[in-house]
């Protein structure tokens, strides 16, 4: 077959295959295979390429990753017609499944069934050139349509997603608002301005009627919790800093909010779990899951927060609860959870099944957030950040001179980042400033970047001056 027609074909095929799986989806409720596929991208793109199509995309940065699913599957009714038998779709589209984990039967036969009959029907086979430029716009038309679904379908679920109502009292103290303002950030983030992550195409929404946490034993289930229940039981407030393990040494996805939630014992004791139990796995309604050992689980520190800064979690927050690990990065905080399992076997979440660590500290980091000069002289402003370990010194210098300790405030709680300022003379010809931090047990802040895989970014923090 000639190379525009096996284009051609295929992508029809691609089309109207998906055309007929989305029906299957909206009637049946399965996810969609491009979302699947897109899902399987994101959480493989680097961090250095995501965060920066994130921030200039916004909304629509995940939507167009579905895209990428719709290239992929596309390249798979292709490369059947390459190698002379139409039938071998059904093989690429089962290797696909599998290797996607994608399990729905009649979500991979809906898509499968008409495609193949796309590529299977002889008339196609004689496309004009005229066909060859409908089919065209045809695919870019499914293209843009393939985004602009998961991006509607996002937003018709938020419509009926549950709006945060008043959970609990906080407030932040005068002097803390007033303590570098104008230099460094406001010491807790607003709901709005704190960052979100997600592995989701479109994010899940709970309805908390008929919602419930289980708690589970392997895989028999000792209780389950409606969400008036939870909210039933006396919370614990807390001020805490999360950090995304997507960060580059240049990017800030970080954020400090007031939390109120409950501890695990609330749920359930250490006395009811089994002695063979290794592992606590948390496990989302949207599949992402991660574990740690039972000790910690039980240890007071994790939280399972209900509320963020005075109101009841929002979707994008996780919605109706979320767990909260201080010492380790956000993709252990896992939202919109759905059961609590206690393993007796190793349990390997979605970032450890791609090679992240299971024990994800984090590492400790500093960043800018102002530099205002004034001829030789410079006032600096920012943050510094070791997870539990806390932060005792900061330090700042222009190019490569002599280490200026920076004032810094005490920090809001054990599990929150420390704000800092200082003064710097800066010489002639000096181009940027550089911050390290010394963390609670006598480590400074890494002077070599170490990549991101497995375990987060570490590296030294610099910043351009302005001119």
Known sequence: MKWKQSISKSSLATLIGLIVHFVFSYALGFQVLTDVIAEWIMARTPSAWAVPVLEVMGTWAKPFAATGGLATLGFVMWLPLMLGSPWFAILFVGVLSWALDYSNVVGVLSFLIPGVAVLLWKPVEQISARREFL?????????ILVAVEAWWRNERLAAKAVEPVPLFRWSVPPDRIE???????????SVREFYVMSKN?????????TWRLKIRMDDRLIRE???A???SLPRQERFMTMRCVSNTLKSDLMGTAAWSGIRLEQLVK??????????????????HGDSVKIPYAFSGEPLFALGMNGDTLNRNHGFPIRMLTPRYYGFKSIKWIDEIRFSSVPYFGTWPKLGFTKE?????????????????????????????RGVQRVEIRANNGIWVPAETEAQFSPYTLTRWKGELTIPAGAEFVEVRALDGEGKWQATVEKPLFPDGVAGPTIKRLPG
């Open 179 to 189: 303590w570098g303002k104008g230099l460094v950030r406001k010491p807790v983030t």
């Open 360 to 388: 994800p500290l984090i590492h400790t980091a500093s960043y800018v957030d102002r530099i205002v000069r004034d001829g030789e002289r410079a006032k600096v402003g920012g943050v510094s950040f070791a997870g539990m």
């Open 229 to 231: 229940e939870l909210l």
């Open 201 to 209: 195409t479109v994010d899940p929404v709970v309805d908390p009627k």
């Open 225 to 227: 919790f409606s969400y």
């Open 135 to 143: 089919t065209s716009v045809a695919m870019s038309s499914g293209t």
């Open 270 to 287: 250490a006395t009811e779990v089994s002695s063979q139990a290794i592992e606590m796995a948390v496990i989302g309604l949207d599949g």
